[in-house]
């Protein structure tokens, strides 16, 4: 058995074959020739002495090389993430490397090659980046290394870490840099815009002295009175509204765009965003729904919640059914009865599919702030944009306008009945749901 195991792990170099062609073609020309025998006869056993003294060099130590791949806890979808590789060489000399990775089937890549050399006795760190597009458990095989002496006309194969698996949540990587850019004070650096406040629809806390940049019109004439100085009243902003995003889960969000799904833009976004919300001291909640209701989280503003919130999203899967959003109504109406603000993401590609839906919407939106979240179709926007060569170009570019134009109508349709809409290009979906928390907030809508 150690033999076999030997012979498995030995592997010769591409020199080896270069001078074992050579000496097989002098045995060939020595049937014609017998003087080059000798020659190669010659060359025959100083090869084997070679690969001979290059196979102890390398095998003589059991472990000359260690290696280890360092995982992260999880990965974050949509996101670059990076897997870091260990080396040791613990051989008395330097060798040379070749790392195959075998990484998760999800990423289709069968082509992972890193080279390189270590000293004796130093360690390599090597660190790679992958982006999945799914959510789910990936599983790493196994951590191939190749090691060649200065000789280099054998390879040892060490095997290493099989087996690792890991589990790919949403974007928590995007969830932190908006939650930091908010924090920073620096919103407009990603598109993030700064909404002047109108009104004051928010909650009195204290008078105080007037200071230059104040608004005008918050001077508390009677206290200014009183003390002679001008006075102004303090407002802070109302806290703890109840807020929900609900997530269409049907057959219409497992559209892919740059190879994530609809559904997972809306989950990104909705962690992002969650995360926004709860450090603005809001309730957040959660409603997931396709032909029936996934799953209802209430809204909390715990700092434990998103993590509830998060592991929730992890197990959304798209379901290829129709969504009923006569079970959406009756949920919303019969569990949130508190006047909240409800983020719809779902997807309308045609007016009539809106005009199905629009009675249950106007339901909704009679009692709560309802904003509809759905999608450009940016294929046909990069289409539209795409001169036209010949007739069937033309025709195709006249169907994209007619239902880009189509969407367009479905926002005038939906705001003429009060209800506040998003239409957004996928990748800009987390930037303009935040944008219009802020804008509802500032204006006091809710």
Do not use: C
């Not at 001078?19 to 020739?33: H, P, T």
């Amino acid at each position: 058995m150690r033999l076999i195991a030997f012979i498995k792990s030995l592997y010769f170099d591409r020199r080896v074959f270069y001078v074992l062609s050579a000496l097989v073609v002098l045995f060939l020309f020595s049937y014609w020739n017998h003087s080059l025998f000798p020659i190669a006869s010659v060359g025959m056993l100083l090869l084997g002495i070679a690969v001979l003294f290059d196979a102890i060099t390398l095998y003589k130590k059991k472990e000359g090389i260690s290696a280890t791949r360092k995982l992260p806890e999880k990965f974050s979808n949509s996101d670059v993430n990076e897997v870091p590789l260990q080396l040791t060489n613990r051989y008395p000399f330097k060798v040379a490397f070749e790392v195959i990775d075998e990484i998760p089937v999800q990423f289709q890549k069968r082509d992972f090659l890193k080279t390189g050399s270590i000293s004796a006795g130093e360690k390599n760190r090597i660190t790679y980046g992958l982006r999945p597009v799914e959510r789910g458990v990936y599983t790493f095989g196994r951590l191939n290394v190749f090691v060649t002496s200065p000789i280099k006309l054998v390879k040892r194969r060490y095997v290493f870490d099989n087996g690792q698996p890991v589990k790919v949540y949403p974007s928590f990587i995007q969830m932190k840099k908006y939650a930091f850019l908010a924090i920073d004070n620096k919103l407009t650096q990603f598109g993030l815009k700064k909404i002047r406040r109108i009104g004051h629809t928010m909650e009195f806390e204290q008078i105080k002295d007037y200071v230059s940049g104040d608004d005008v019109r918050t001077i508390n004439w009677k206290a200014t009175a009183k003390r002679g100085d001008l006075m102004v009243n303090q407002f802070q902003d109302e806290k703890s509204q109840p807020i929900y995003s609900i997530i269409d889960a049907s057959r219409v969000m497992k559209m892919p765009f740059e190879g994530l799904t609809l559904l997972d833009y809306a989950i990104n976004s909705t962690l992002a965003f969650s995360n926004v919300a709860l450090k603005k001291n809001d309730k957040t909640g959660l409603i997931t729904f396709s032909n029936t209701i996934i799953n209802h989280l209430a809204a909390s503003s715990k700092k434990t919640h998103l993590n509830t919130i998060f592991e929730v999203l992890y197990s959304i899967q798209t379901r290829f059914l129709d969504s009923d959003f006569g079970r959406l109504y009756a949920e919303v109406k019969r569990k949130i009865t508190h006047r909240s603000l409800l983020l719809l993401y779902t997807n309308f590609e045609h007016e009539s599919a809106l005009q199905r839906q629009l009675p249950y919407l106007k339901g909704l939106a009679q009692k709560h702030v309802l904003v509809v979240i759905f999608f450009e179709n940016t294929e046909l926007t990069e289409l539209i944009a795409k001169k036209a060569a010949n007739t069937p170009e033309i025709y195709h570019k006249t169907i994209a306008q007619k239902m880009d134009y189509e969407k367009k109508r479905m926002v005038k349709e939906l705001e003429r009945h009060g209800i506040q809409t998003v239409l957004t290009k996928p990748e800009d979906l987390t930037v303009n749901t935040i944008n219009k928390y802020l804008e509802i907030k500032a204006r006091g809508i809710l």
